[in-house]
């Protein structure tokens, strides 16, 4: 589908209701930027003009398309998911994600879920014996991120390395599959 002000194709696509009317926009980044900023700032949707009248207005809310901007180069530390991959994919890359994209994901999970505990059953998992089930994600979110350092120590020829954050990784994941005998 074309932008209906111009010939590139249209990535946003905005539906208004406007009284009993549903009114819908096809916009390419350029032109949706532009009618989303004058709609900002006149207080409500401006009229779109006809193809190749264009959309000329001052741009009044220029930091918000900056913060979108800066946001969407945010990246994990461990799995290196940039926020921008998340809102196209709809996937996050690591459990460290929740706690690195905390701020922006809490509205998301709360207007999906309506709320942001969790209040249920959780899964019962082997541990050792006398031992809780982990709260956190520490321990898995450090395992991400032994296997990045590893990955990297392989690439620098650093074997010594890389063969000691194997061992670590090895011995965690053991501690996780360890079952309680009886």
Not at 39 to 55: C, I, Q
Not at 100 to 126: C, D, M, V, W, Y
Not at 169 to 181: A, F, G, M, N, V
Request: proline share 8%; net charge negative.
């Amino acid at each position: 589908m074309k932008c209906q002000q111009c010939d590139k194709p249209a990535v946003f696509h905005i539906t208004e209701l406007e009284a009993a009317e549903v009114r819908e926009l096809h916009l390419c980044e350029d032109h949706a930027r532009v009618y989303l900023n004058q709609s900002e700032a006149a207080g409500g949707p401006p009229e779109p003009k006809p193809k190749g009248g264009g959309l000329t207005a001052p741009l009044g809310v220029g930091q918000t398309a900056d913060e979108l901007a800066a946001l969407d180069q945010k990246a994990c530390d461990m799995c290196g998911i940039t926020f921008f991959e998340f809102r196209n994919q709809g996937r996050l890359g690591c459990p460290h994600d929740y706690v690195h994209f905390e701020k922006e994901l809490e509205p998301l999970i709360a207007n999906i879920h309506g709320a942001t505990q969790h209040t249920g059953r959780r899964p019962s998992r082997p541990t050792a014996p006398g031992e809780p089930l982990p709260e956190g994600t520490e321990s898995l979110t450090a395992v991400i991120g032994m296997r990045t350092g590893m990955q990297e120590a392989i690439e620098c020829e650093d074997y010594e390395r890389a063969k000691e954050l194997r061992d670590r990784i090895r011995d965690t994941e053991q501690h996780w599959l360890e079952r309680p005998t009886e």
